[in-house]
DNA sequence: TGTGGACCTTGACGCGCATCAACAACCCGG
DNA sequence: CCGGGTTGTTGATGCGCGTCAAGGTCCACA
């Protein structure tokens, strides 16, 4: 095992909530970040309010247990050990996500990780056993989201296998700039919390590959960085257009869904 | 557009069900290719049922509509058109496996095709309005398979990101004989519907390079093949070990759910 | 404001896989 | 039993990306 890297210093400390949740102020579904309002409330008032820092590992529970989590802000993203050292990231939770064990395989070393400071509240579905009817609702609404969380899987498969790496950088970044960032005509800018590494796990490349890449990017004037934790896509439509799977991107994670 | 092969020539027959529905027989529920009975009792009570023969695409509906299906045997595959005239397939449904368009991103050409002839089952949640105990049993099953479906779909992300090649086909040949193989000690024979240049879309390869990987895979003594459409895994404990992965895969797709 | 460590960039080089091309095996209907 | 179309196999070749190595840059913390 030689890495010629430092590992990513990622604290593995156990966010279980109980530790952290009374120094939580708790959420009203007015103040949420998301819209979509009917689950946030039943999480407010079934689950406990918790909190992660960036760099930190959620320690779920035990096994399969059926703790849901719901990400009220932040970034999140799955992670397994791969093959050897290298660690792979496989899915990324933005805020309005609901996720649990039973959505996973039981991959080497898999949980959750803060990429950046997070707040989210736990449940466990059986809390609502006396109340049927917000127990319909769960289950219905539960499906819903856990149907987007699949399709977006799904589109991240379609992006490894047919992107050249260059487009799947960059179908990247418009994902996550679509996602977090602010919008100004067809120009966005957005925060990268996630560290050149993180990128390139979640990408399936190199990290000096990545970096070759996005040099590549920036001097074809597709995207800029300020920083280096901070992207701008110049033209979100010029990128749409080179790269074939950005229109699903779009309707998966544009404005179309917030319905307010 | 060049291609060098001749396309695959699977048939667009439109099968909506209501055309090919009065030449089936209805099934009780005694007579399920799978246990658990619950979800398929539903089916067979308020579904429709339809069959699609090998190489059909299945047109599911208007996009987005609500309309559920239940795969009662057979094998059908997630299949959308990539990057310039490649095709990719994206999942694999196995016999017990529901299935819907909100599963799915808008990418270009997706659909379902037919790998072996099948019989499912197609419903609309609606149909439930007036029975609630069935809707709610509904829903927290059909909760539970999507949470499958997405825990396959990472695995496949994890398979396709942190595997060789060779490794990814002898996963591949693993979990296809876990699913539909007939084991007799540590041996598995199962039928390979998937045709070579099917095996490779889904795995991201290029057919050549497949048949390569096979040839070396079968003078290594780690699988053999019957005639073109049918394969060996001379030793499925050796075949978990080589593969770093095959862990996941053995719990997701081996012989512990059917729990009965 | 300086210093150490994490993070990023860039170059040289080799391997694995895609591509192209030709051929062999198989399948099906006659 | 034969012929054509489909599917699978194999070789030669080139390129993209991973790997290794050597700086350069940024940031936290004192």
Redesign the interface.
């Given at each position: 095992m030689k890495t010629q890297r430092a590992k990513p210093s990622e604290s593995a400390v156990a966010v279980t909530g109980t530790a952290t949740a009374s120094s939580m102020t708790s959420y009203g579904p007015t103040a949420l970040p998301v819209s979509g309002g009917v689950m946030e409330e039943i999480f407010a008032t079934h689950g406990v309010a918790m909190r992660a820092r960036r760099r930190q590992r959620l320690v779920m529970g035990a096994k399969r247990s059926d703790v849901i989590y719901l990400l009220k802000s932040g970034l999140l993203v799955?992670s397994?050990n791969?093959?050897g050292d290298?660690r792979?990231l496989?899915?990324i939770l933005y805020p309005g996500d609901v996720f649990?064990m039973?959505?996973?395989?039981?991959?080497?070393g898999i949980g959750l990780v803060a990429m950046t400071d997070c707040e989210l509240s736990r449940m466990r579905p059986s809390a609502l056993d006396d109340s049927?009817k917000e127990?319909?609702e769960f289950?219905?609404l539960?499906?819903?989201r856990?149907?987007?969380?699949?399709?977006?899987?799904?589109?991240?498969?379609?992006r490894?296998?047919?992107?050249s790496s260059e487009?799947r950088v960059a179908a990247f970044i418009l994902e996550l700039a679509l996602r977090t960032g602010q919008v100004v005509n067809d120009t966005v800018t957005c925060d990268l919390p996630l560290s050149r590494s993180d990128i390139a796990d979640y990408l399936?490349l190199n990290a000096d590959t990545l970096s070759r890449i996005m040099t590549r990017l920036k001097s074809r004037g597709a995207v800029a960085t300020v920083g280096r934790s901070r992207a701008i896509v110049k033209s979100v439509k010029r990128l749409s257009k080179e790269v074939?799977?950005c229109?699903?991107t779009l309707?998966?994670h544009g404005r179309a869904e917030g319905a307010g």
């Open positions: 799955l397994a791969g093959s290298r792979q496989l899915t649990s039973a959505l996973v395989p039981p991959l080497d049927p127990l319909r289950d219905a539960l499906g819903e856990t149907a987007e969380l699949h399709a977006r899987s799904i589109l991240h498969i379609a490894l296998a047919s992107l487009s399936s074939p799977i229109a699903a309707a998966l």
